[in-house]
């Protein structure tokens, strides 16, 4: 009865509403550090941020007190590629190079997959425009702040990026296929092959190159009439100027070192291979290259280009120097990277913290914001997921997950209150119901009728 | 006299404009919108001007006199944003906002007016200038021989700001007052009053085979290059006007002309993040801007929003139905659910919180429907003093126009419309509409706002006067 009575007044709680930021204490945690290894203690978070993390803490007077016994905490998991979050589209396909586009234009902070994923303990994610075209829209990373706006999401002071894509998908639409072309619906739009997905890279270049170098004239002396700002090739400046990170899509160990050698002559960096299913191939070579690598951890054949995948990818390109994370591509998938992360374990024998560095610290390195995230240490962001049991495990479930030290999920608190928002629906969809019931006006009469 | 009407519009003389030296309606109630009600009073008009409104106004010697004993003077309505006087016309949409709010179709019929802009290939980016007729006005494409505008008419809307819908930059709108005047020119109040703009939907792209832009980040990718190329074009132009003597001459752009001649821009959003969206938008492109749509104003952050971008809001009457094919098994969000829920007392939460907005038609012209969906506001709080402003002065005020539209005062475009009753009352019936002075007889049995017996079918368009 007492039960009944505590659930039905959690359930009238704005399920939604996520606690401030407070101080916090979460205590006798087993803590998985993944820079400073694995500890028994707790952590102190205060104003967004970890203030201390120990064996013995001192509680600040005030602090609200987790008790995570027999639990884990792990920094918040980062997805170094999802598309999840964007309205109307995700490609900007009709054109061979899209770098006009922009997926801080289309955030959706409604996208019920922003709390599956936090769900999953996920606390950032690399929002990629899609893999249609050689050069694609221009990318940011968010923290999966459920319940705020757009502009709330966004993860400040984040360097941007922008989508590359080779092989197979950005070439595909130069080769319409036999029912497209006799629905009269899709024209072959350059490129059809392989070399021709370099080529738009380098063209885009070489036309990026002059516009920087008309801007950098014009910038030097700053008089008369400035030169017109186009937005394709300003993403592209950035990526010249080393202001804007490129994460392009590969497979196939040719058109990775393809890429590399481009990126070498133009003297632009290749921040991110993602997905490089065949990066076990080439790894020396990113690594020499400097760029870092996302995969999958055995998602693969799913098209002729991803036949030569092996599960050992990750662990083979970590150990030859790559920074290695593993990343979702998918909504569903983003909800359990932390099993994915435990498979590297299996297939390659890393360690349980090179395993869970793999959707913590490496994808904050290769997003630049390792400096904030990706690991429990003093100073960073109180970004952390509390779970029930040991975290590369299938078993493992999210029992809370903070954001700069705010509670945004709950696992008690969700269960707890789905009895009262499915009561909350019933009853509108009854009353739609009755509504539409009711008898409407009499039909117009109509002169002449 | 009253029954000798109708019996003359079942002869078929209908909706025939009479032109009178004056005409003078007394001891009326005389709602004016602008100040306080009259009780009893009249109104004089001459010249398609109110001459004379007031308690203590004589009736003019030579002025048709119509008794006004028990009916009431409005202002006439006017349609905030609307396709009429454009025959043909599909009506407006908020097409980048459809989906998961309710019903949300994209309607591509093609107004006779823009047609001619009809894109012959596919655009490969923005220099293309896809979808964009942003030069064309649509002052110079309007007709009197749009059957909606009786329609409207005999539902007591006399104005309208109509717009060309078309495409991304559709083009410039104008106010039009809805006679059935031989010359088309003669309906406008005001032009240009702003570019109508759109943003399409995409799905996966790349096969889809539309050309630039696909995706709604392109939408807006583009207008965001338009605005810069326009801010661009007018140095150059006006550098080459200064002083065009050893310098490269800068191609016309008819895109960037139009662009440039719009005093305000009219953007969608219909969900609660695309409001958020297109006011950041219009601030970074630092356009006076004016939103349609607004399936969610109903949340409080929406009225907020405005408020802090002091943006007016045109709120479609077309309020989210759950559509009628869908399957019956798929039962929606409960954000959707609630938005068909409470779309309706958005009215009543904008007008108390202080926001610019007024109702649009959004497809509506069958008077019925237009009074059902003012009651549905009215049962959710609205009060019938806000509902008459949102659809008389606070449009003319959005668009520029309250000194000359949207209130019953003295020397303001002479458009009163008489009823018997409430005009938001279903029973009340319309006696007589004044349009620019002129006098059109109801469709027989016509209420405001549809009412009961309305008659939505029109009858031999293009009255003469």
């Keep these: 009865m007492k039960k009944t009575l505590l659930l039905a007044l959690l359930a009238a709680l704005p399920a939604a509403a996520p606690l401030s930021a407070e101080t916090y204490v979460i205590q006798n945690a087993t803590i998985m550090t993944v820079s400073k290894g ?55 396909g009709s054109v061979s190079v899209s770098s006009m586009v922009d997926i801080k234009d289309i955030i959706n902070s409604e996208d019920i997959a922003i709390y599956r994923a936090l769900a999953g303990g996920v606390t950032t994610a690399n929002i990629l425009h899609g893999s249609a075209n050689a050069i694609g829209g221009k990318t940011l990373p968010l923290k999966m702040r459920w319940g705020k706006d757009a502009q709330g999401l966004i993860f400040e002071g984040a360097t941007p990026g922008i989508k590359f894509a ?282 002449g009728q | 006299m009253k029954k000798l ?45 109110i001459e004379a409104v007031g308690d203590n106004v004589q009736a003019p010697a030579d002025a048709l006199v119509i008794d006004g004993e028990g009916l009431t003077v409005y202002p006439g309505l006017i349609d905030s944003l609307s396709t009429w006087g454009q025959p043909g016309a599909a009506p407006t949409t908020t097409t980048a906002t459809a989906g998961r709010g309710g019903r949300g179709a994209t309607t591509t019929a093609t107004p006779a007016a823009a047609q001619m802009a009809a894109p012959t290939q596919l655009a490969r980016g923005p220099e293309d200038r896809p979808q964009t007729t942003s030069w064309l006005k649509i002052a110079d494409e309007i007709s009197g021989a749009d059957r909606r505008i009786e329609t409207a008419r005999s539902a007591g809307f006399t104005t309208a700001v109509t717009f060309p819908t078309r495409g991304i930059f559709a083009g410039q709108g104008a106010v039009i007052d809805l006679i059935s005047g031989e010359k088309p020119g003669e309906m406008v109040v005001s032009s240009p009053v702003g570019q109508y703009i759109s943003l399409g939907r995409g799905g996966f792209g790349g096969g889809g085979g539309g050309g630039f832009p696909s995706s709604l980040m392109g939408y807006i990718a583009y207008v965001r290059q338009i605005y810069l190329d326009a801010d661009h074009y007018k140095l150059v132009k006006e550098a080459y006007a200064k002083d065009p003597r050893g310098m490269q001459r800068p191609d016309y752009d008819r895109a960037l002309e139009g662009v440039l001649d719009s005093p305000r821009i009219l953007l969608p959003a219909n969900r609660l993040v695309e409001m958020d969206r297109m006011l950041r938008l219009a601030a970074e492109l630092k356009q006076p801007t004016i939103l349609y749509g607004g399936r969610e104003a109903f949340r409080a952050q929406a009225a907020e929003l405005l408020k802090k971008y002091n943006t007016p809001l045109l709120l479609s009457m077309k309020w989210p139905e759950k559509a009628r094919d869908t399957d019956p098994d798929e039962v929606d969000s409960i954000r959707t659910l609630e938005t068909r829920d409470q779309a309706a007392s958005a009215p009543a939460i904008l007008a108390k919180a202080g926001v610019r907005w007024a109702f649009y038609s959004d497809g509506l012209d069958q008077a019925r429907d237009l009074q059902r969906a003012v009651k549905k506001a009215l049962d959710a709080g609205l009060s019938r003093e806000d509902a008459l402003r949102a659809l008389t002065l606070s449009p003319a005020q959005i668009f520029g126009v309250q000194d000359r539209a949207g209130s019953i005062e003295k020397g303001k475009i002479a458009n009163p419309v008489v009823t018997r009753g409430d005009i938001f009352d279903d029973r009340t019936k319309v006696e007589a509409i004044i349009v620019d002075g002129r006098k059109y007889e109801p469709a027989a049995e016509a209420s405001p706002m549809g009412g009961r017996g309305a008659v939505t079918e029109p009858g031999n368009p293009g009255g003469i006067r």
């Design chain 1, 38 to 92: 694995t500890l028994k203690g707790s952590i102190v978070v205060r104003d967004g941020k970890i203030v201390e993390v120990g064996e013995k803490v001192m509680v600040p007077s005030g602090a609200k007190v987790i008790d995570a016994s027999n639990q884990y905490v792990i920094p918040g998991i980062i997805d170094c590629h999802s598309h999840i979050a964007g309205d109307g589209g995700i490609n900007e």
């Design chain 1, 166 to 447: 080779l092989g197979e998908n950005p070439k595909r639409a130069g080769n319409p296929t036999g029912r497209a072309i006799n629905a009269g619906a899709a024209p072959a739009r350059y490129p059809a092959t392989r070399m021709g997905v370099e080529d738009v890279i380098r063209e885009a270049f070489v036309e990026a190159k002059a516009y920087k170098a008309e801007w950098d004239a014009w910038d030097a002396k700053k008089t008369g009439i400035p030169p017109r700002k186009d937005l394709k090739l300003e993403a592209l400046k950035e990526v010249l100027e080393g202001k804007r990170y490129v994460h392009a899509h590969c497979y196939r160990a040719d058109e990775i070192l393809m890429l590399l050698r481009v990126a070498d002559e133009f003297g632009f960096k290749i921040r991110t291979l993602q997905h490089v299913l065949e990066g076990y191939k080439v790894a020396k070579e990113i690594a020499a290259h400097g760029a870092g690598a996302s995969t999958f951890s055995d998602w693969w054949s799913y098209k002729m280009e991803a036949f030569d995948a092996i599960p050992f990818n990750a662990a083979i390109m970590m150990k030859k120097g790559v920074v290695v994370s593993i990343n979702s591509d998918d909504a569903e998938q983003m909800r359990h990277l932390n099993i994915e992360a435990g498979k590297a374990m299996k297939y390659g024998g890393v360690s349980e913290t090179e395993a869970l560095a793999m959707v913590t610290l490496n994808p904050a390195k290769q997003l630049g914001i390792d400096n904030r995230v990706g690991s429990i240490e003093a100073g960073k962001d109180a970004d952390l997921v509390i779970y029930d049991k040991f975290p590369l495990s299938d078993y493992a479930k999210v029992q809370k997950v903070l954001i700069d030290g705010t509670v945004y999920f709950d696992r008690d608190n969700e269960v707890s209150s789905r009895p009262g928002k499915q009561a909350e629906k019933q009853k509108l969809i009854d009353k739609e119901k009755q509504n539409q019931q009711r008898p409407q006006t009499p039909p117009t009469r109509r002169q």
């Design chain 2, 5 to 49: 009407i109708p019996a003359l519009l079942l002869c078929g003389a209908f909706a025939i404009a009479q032109q009178h030296p004056a005409i003078a309606i007394r001891n009326a109630k005389i709602v004016t919108v602008s100040g306080p009600v009259i009780a009893k009073g009249t109104v004089v008009v001459r010249n398609g001007l």
